[in-house]
């Protein structure tokens, strides 16, 4: 699927050098591997060469620190004393966790009944209270009456221009790191990944092709498209609970319409046999969303890609062991 509309506001290149610039006090620059383990080769073929970024290696786990932390960055100390919330399944509760710690400030975070207990654990062990909602549609609204109420800041999980300058930074890393890409497989949920990926690597290669994939039981981004703007997503029903967002918005959407070549889908299973090999392969236990890129360069985009030199995105691990173990035992 592949399509264009109207112009979104991306942020430029020098502001993401400059991002990139001021989150180094608080993030890692996240390693880039060749894999070229037997499996992958077996699958792939020779001719098609796999760079993968490793940002399951960042501060608190996963790509949302590069958001989050610039969210900060840009309170007053008024505001940092009022404190932040967040709304997530996981990733970007610790992550928000992570960055007010970093600055001495509060985080009240609203997290889903559904939300691996480790991840959890772990948002409160950065510093995070954590309330409860049972669906994504409660948890906005509980995030909005703490901050009618408190007067916190609302940081967003994939909208807002820092979360995606963020994910932009993550982008023209990776594209600095590799060099030379031809295409780029890149995870989405509500779209913020994606989208600052995206506007990153095409400002900086306009020929480098960009796919978004997405889990077949939460295809939010695949009902925009079709649309023709921001959708709401319909029943989730996936493992990777990190891509199950609920709506997209204007900005999500609308940068990744205009720098994403094409949108595929990956089913649960073809993800459990990703993080399958990247474990045999790589030594590497993700989350499911983290083997996304994996799952459709295996599959869907196998022969789209041969001969090509491909990036692909290995975004988190925040994943506790228990159900770790039960994918693996399905894959």
Known sequence: MSARAP?????????????????????????????DGIELVASLGHETKVDAKLELLQASGSFKARGAVLNMLALDEAALRRGVTAVSSGNHAIATAFAAREFGASAKVVMLQSASPARIALCQQYGGEVL???????????????????GRTFIHPYDGAQTILGTATLGLEFWEQAGGLDAVVIP????????????????ASPSCLVFGVEPSGADVMHRSYELGGPARAGAVKTIADSLGAPFTTAMSYGLCRQYVDELVLVDDDQIRTAMALIFRELKLAVEPAAAASTAALMTTLRERVRGMRVGIVICGTNIDFRRYAEHMGDA
């Not at 112009?7 to 894999?35: G, K, S």
């Not at 909602?133 to 009618?148: K, S, W, Y």
């Open 7 to 35: 112009t979104v506001a991306a942020p430029t290149l020098p502001a993401i050098r400059d991002a990139l610039e001021r989150l180094q006090p608080y993030i890692a620059t996240t390693p880039v591997h060749r894999w």
């Open 132 to 150: 409860l909602a049972a669906d994504g549609a409660t948890a906005f609204e509980m995030a909005e009456r703490i901050v009618a109420d408190e």
């Open 188 to 203: 989405i949920g509500g779209g913020g990944l994606c989208a600052g990926m995206a506007a990153a690597i095409k400002q």
